[in-house]
């Protein structure tokens, strides 16, 4: 069988050290709990507290803030894991990667000292909270406000869709400071959720897929945040989004580009056993011919991912490359898990089946963290 899984370019010894007892403590620890978490509808806060003990979380954050003082490229491996595991019940991109860094890269060293050891070891979880019920692909109009008014900020509205958002101790909330402005009206504001008068968190979603991920409503009725919470200056919100877009599409990228390899790996497993018309399904050329153009795909799309982590973890990484690698990888993820549910037959259609459970979790790739449509708005502008 081909290699899927050889050393990666931006691998050096310590990650692939880190990959290995990562996927120990997946296997052991997150595979066997993920039925529960799905059934559930979310992930035990114990997991992330276990993660966090053993240098899962946030790997890549300074040693002062709980971190390892790694780099992107450790992250890179926990989404990759995360894929091959067939684990999509945690939320670490939108913790990790995502919410954590929007604090180190723009918070205050006093702001961070606040939130990211927790975050580090589990006892914090984080979330990031952008969209809303009236939209998502348009970020400047948003509608939640947070007004000053003395020391505080008071926040009114709503966000939808957040992932994390049952468990979240720490969210990352985008708000208009000045709603009379478009971008330039955006701030991000930490909401800190521990018995926060006026918060309150809606339904846990029910999803078509990625079931042991919770994803909830968030409501604000005259919250009360220090204006201490502010990450960076007011009115620079829309700029911190588009500055760390780039680093969630790399991790999304990342996702699918695992999902698919090792969908192809468990249908080759499969085509070679099942038997029809007294062959195995893998007799047939259209088996072959499917699972050759899965392969090419994966095979293709995982030198531009490659990449793309190198790029990023030297700082070099565009919002083209990066809106390029989330579209193109998840559209690949889409149409080569279709594929290989279709050689399962009846069989892929069944939940116990993982390639059902892998078909069903993908179709969210292509939407959030940026519609793919929206991704070839921003290519598009690199051709202007
Ligand atoms: C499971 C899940 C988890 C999520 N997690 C989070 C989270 O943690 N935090 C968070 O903030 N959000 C999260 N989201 C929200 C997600 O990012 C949004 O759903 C996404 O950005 C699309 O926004 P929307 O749903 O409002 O769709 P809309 O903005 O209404 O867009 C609908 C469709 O219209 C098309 N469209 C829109 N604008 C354009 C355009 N300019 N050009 C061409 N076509 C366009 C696209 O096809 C798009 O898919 C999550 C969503 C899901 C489903």
Redesign the pocket.
């Known amino acids: 069988m081909y290699d899927l899984r050889s050393r990666r370019s931006w691998e050096n010894d310590d990650a692939v050290q880190f990959r290995d007892s990562l996927r120990r403590f997946l296997a052991t620890e997150a595979v066997p709990r993920d039925p529960t978490w799905r059934e559930q509808k979310r992930v035990d806060r114990d997991f992330w507290r276990q993660a966090g003990e053993l240098g899962f979380l946030c790997p890549s954050l300074p040693v002062e803030y709980g971190g390892s003082d790694t780099n992107f490229s450790f992250e890179a491996v926990i989404e990759e894991e995360l894929g091959y595991a067939g684990i999509t019940s945690f939320?670490h991109a939108?913790h990790g990667p995502?919410a954590a860094h929007y604090i180190l890269r723009y918070g205050t060293p006093e702001q961070c000292l606040r939130w990211l050891p927790g975050m580090a070891s589990g006892e914090l979880i984080g979330?990031?909270?952008?969209?809303?019920p009236?939209?998502?692909?348009?970020l400047q109009a948003i509608r939640t406000t947070a007004r000053r008014t003395g020391d505080r900020y008071v926040i009114n509205g709503s966000?939808?869709?957040?992932?994390?958002?049952q468990n979240a101790d720490v969210i990352v909330l985008?708000v208009k400071t000045d709603p009379s402005q478009g971008a330039r009206g955006v701030s991000m504001i930490v909401l800190e959720t521990n018995d926060l008068a006026g918060f309150r968190r809606g339904r846990n979603?029910h999803?078509i897929g990625?079931h042991g991920?919770d994803?909830a409503e968030l409501f604000f009725d005259d919250v009360r945040v220090p204006i201490g919470n502010l990450l960076g200056e007011e009115g620079q919100g829309f700029i911190q989004m588009m500055e760390s877009l780039p680093q969630e599409r790399l991790a999304i990228a990342l996702g699918a580009q695992a999902t698919m390899e090792r969908a192809i790996e468990i249908t080759v497993e499969y085509v070679n056993e099942r038997q029809a018309f007294r062959q195995t399904l893998m007799d047939f050329q259209n088996t072959r011919f499917q699972l050759a153009e899965c392969l090419s795909n994966a095979c293709v799309n995982r030198a531009f991912i490659d990449q793309c982590v190198t790029q990023h973890v030297s700082g070099g990484l565009s919002t083209v490359d990066a809106s390029i690698a989330k579209a193109w990888s998840t559209d690949r993820q889409c149409e080569v898990l279709d594929k290989c549910l279709q050689l399962h037959g009846g069989y892929g259609f069944m939940e116990e089946y993982p390639i059902a459970r892998m078909y069903a979790d993908a179709r969210?790739q292509?939407?959030?963290?940026?519609?793919?449509?929206?991704m070839?708005?921003l290519i598009a502008r690199a051709l202007r």
């Open positions: 939320g939108v995502i979330a990031i909270g952008m969209t809303e009236g939209g998502g692909s348009d966000k939808t869709f957040i992932t994390n958002g985008a979603l999803k990625m991920s994803t969210v292509r939407i959030y963290g940026g519609a793919n449509e929206i070839k708005e």
